[in-house]
């Protein structure tokens, strides 16, 4: 489990590593559209996240092949089958 990071000072951030960037405790377009449905929801969701698919892998993998080029050497997907 990846511990809670603080919100950093306002601005613009460059260089934040991916899971430093998602240990981040503030507000994301998931956490929104979870607050939609209810408060206690948005909460129980952001203290029980759910485990990641295959899709939301491959996924992550694109994101970090657009956004951090040097990342890529950490890298793998296994059993891609293009369908996903």
């Not at 994301?28 to 948005?42: E, F, H, I, V």
């Not at 899709?55 to 997907?77: C, I, N």
């Amino acid at each position: 489990m990846i511990a809670r990071a603080a919100v950093p000072a306002q601005g613009i951030h460059m260089g934040v590593p991916a899971e430093t960037y998602h240990a981040i405790d503030a507000c994301s377009s998931t956490r929104l559209k979870d607050m939609g449905r209810s408060p206690a929801y948005c909460r129980y969701m952001a203290l029980n996240p759910k485990p990641p698919t295959a899709a939301m892998a491959v996924g992550s993998y694109v994101d970090a092949l657009l956004l951090d080029p040097d990342a890529e050497d950490g890298l793998a997907v296994n059993n891609f089958d293009a369908r996903t």
